[in-house]
């Protein structure tokens, strides 16, 4: 990838993580902001919007960051491994590992006394069903041997790159966080081979 494609895929991915964090942030913290909308309070509007932007390309560059670390580490995976089944299968127990760890430890840590695990193995799912998805979609665009390293970078990195809100378990910078990073990193995975031009 030349410089010229690598601004454009960061100026695009700036834009995506702006706007998704402005949507997002607007309906997960509705209740808070509906009275804006009811009095039409154009300037205060204007104000979060721009707040939420800024977050947002924080949240892309966050993404940025993970996208390019995965991108060096699967090279580094095949090259040690040497066989792309083998290192597909490592990556395999590895989502495996930091999904259970993601519900495991969080409860842990978090839960309340009598509090169900099913909020916390329900956004698990959640990530887990949402990279199957974009993954597929990336295999269908380019091949099979995509799957799985897709798969990878959506659970994986998605909830490495989460973590900083993971630490502090505030429900709602939990979801402006998660939303955006999923978006963006989606963007990034089905949006690089043509840029670059290859299957």
């Given at each position: ?71 060096t580490i699967h090279r580094f995976g095949l090259g ?6 083998l290192w597909n299968s490592v990556q395999l127990v ?96 089905l949006i690089l081979h043509k840029l670059i031009g290859?299957?």
């Amino acid at each position: 990838m030349n410089s010229r494609k690598w601004v454009k895929l960061f100026l695009s991915t700036l834009v995506v993580g702006g706007i998704s964090t402005g949507i997002v942030g607007f309906a997960i913290k509705w209740n808070e902001y509906k009275h804006l909308f009811a009095s039409f309070d154009v300037k205060e509007i204007i104000s979060v919007l721009i707040w939420l932007i800024g977050v947002g390309f924080i949240f892309s560059v966050i993404s940025q960051m993970g996208f390019f670390a995965y991108l060096t580490i699967h090279r580094f995976g095949l090259g040690i491994f040497r066989s792309v089944s083998l290192w597909n299968s490592v990556q395999l127990v590895l989502i495996a590992f930091v999904l259970f760890d993601l519900v495991y430890f969080r409860y842990q840590l978090f839960a309340e006394e009598g509090e169900s695990l099913f909020s916390y193995i329900g956004i698990a799912v959640f990530i887990f069903i949402f990279g199957l998805i974009v993954a597929y979609i990336k295999m269908k665009q380019t091949n099979k041997e995509a799957f799985v390293p897709a798969l990878f970078f959506m659970t994986v990195v998605t909830i490495i790159e989460w973590f900083p809100v993971l630490r502090i378990n505030e429900e709602s910078w939990l979801y402006l966080m998660l939303f955006p990073l999923l978006i963006c990193n989606a963007y990034q995975l089905l949006i690089l081979h043509k840029l670059i031009g290859t299957k």
